[in-house]
């Protein structure tokens, strides 16, 4: 009898453990204020909600965002030090049918094809859950900006010629 009592105490443990992962939920969007086409210094937010599909809570959730480099022969994952400040949000419980709601805002500062995804792990969880992937591209800010380069490309050449007038008058 306490061995029937142990099997259905690990067994009702297990079910537990698999349910949370199962109805753990993970939704990712781009916010609509970003920009249609961004490029470097531009700053994109992308929202997310988690949510518990079940019928018991699930217990210390941690989830992360992930970005990801996908040009061809540069694949590789970004490290988010200098793009976003906020890389991971965490609870003690979501309730059942619960959600939480988060947004990730991010400064682009390289040119490229990119990917994200936010995942999500609970401490009694069987397995890593993902959102879908959102993809964006970033273009290269133009280095030259000819609203600033013009002033300066006329005006010092003028100046030096009126440095040059100035100085032949006084002798």
Do not use: C
Request: hydrophobic letters at 45%.
């Amino acid at each position: 009898m306490k061995f029937a009592t142990i099997l259905l105490a690990i067994a009702i443990a297990f079910s537990a453990t698999a349910a949370s992962a199962t109805s753990l939920s993970v939704d990712l969007r781009p916010a609509a204020e970003n920009p249609t086409a961004p490029q470097m210094g531009d700053h994109l937010s992308f929202h997310s909600v988690i949510g518990n599909e079940g019928d018991t809570p699930i217990n210390a959730l941690v989830a992360w965002i992930s970005l990801v480099q996908i040009d061809k022969g540069k694949e590789q994952p970004v490290d988010l030090e200098d793009w976003s400040a906020h890389k991971a949000v965490t609870t003690t419980s979501v309730p059942p049918h619960g959600t939480i709601q988060s947004d990730w805002p991010m400064r682009l500062i390289q040119a490229g094809h990119y990917r994200v995804v936010v995942s999500a792990v609970s401490r009694d969880g069987t397995r890593l859950v993902a959102s879908p992937f959102v993809d964006f591209t970033v273009r290269q800010k133009p280095v030259v900006e000819s609203q600033r380069v013009l002033p300066v490309a006329l005006g010092i050449p003028m100046l030096i010629g009126v440095g040059m007038l100035w100085r032949r008058r006084r002798h």
